[in-house]
């Protein structure tokens, strides 16, 4: 059984910043790309960022280029997000997830595996 577990959010001032993390367990995605959605009250999940292995592959929305960094560290099975200058619009609560494929992609359903979601508030 494969396990995603997001951990890293809270409430920020706008401004501010935060590092999501998610750890997988239960098998190694040795090929495959792993990204960041988000989804606000009321609104459909988005991509916010994703990445391959190798980081050679990365993508991010426009929305939060130039402000958040997706990296991982495969020989701890761990993704991060680092959030920085954070704005309101940022609030939703962030998932982590999984492909077996080895490139990014920006679709929800491309993506077989999924956190449970860790909630960031952004107070302006």
């Known amino acids: 059984q494969v396990q995603l577990v997001e951990s890293g959010g809270g409430l920020v001032q706008a401004g501010g910043s935060l590092r999501l993390s998610c750890v997988a367990s239960?098998?190694?995605?040795?090929?495959?790309?792993m990204g960041w959605f988000r989804q606000a009250h009321g609104r459909e999940r988005e991509f916010v960022a994703a990445?391959?292995?190798?980081?050679?592959?990365?993508d991010y929305n426009d929305s939060v280029k130039g402000r958040f960094t997706i990296s991982r560290d495969n020989a701890k099975n761990t993704v991060y997000l680092q959030m920085n200058s954070l704005k309101p619009e940022d609030t939703a609560v962030y998932y982590c997830?999984?492909?077996?494929?080895?490139?990014?992609?920006?679709?929800?359903?491309?993506?077989?595996?999924w956190g449970q979601g860790t909630q960031v508030t952004v107070s302006s």
């Open positions: 997830a999984a492909r077996e494929g080895a490139w990014t992609r920006r679709l929800v359903y491309e993506y077989g595996y």
């Open positions: 239960g098998r190694t995605f040795s090929n495959g790309a």
């Open positions: 990445l391959n292995r190798y980081g050679g592959d990365i």
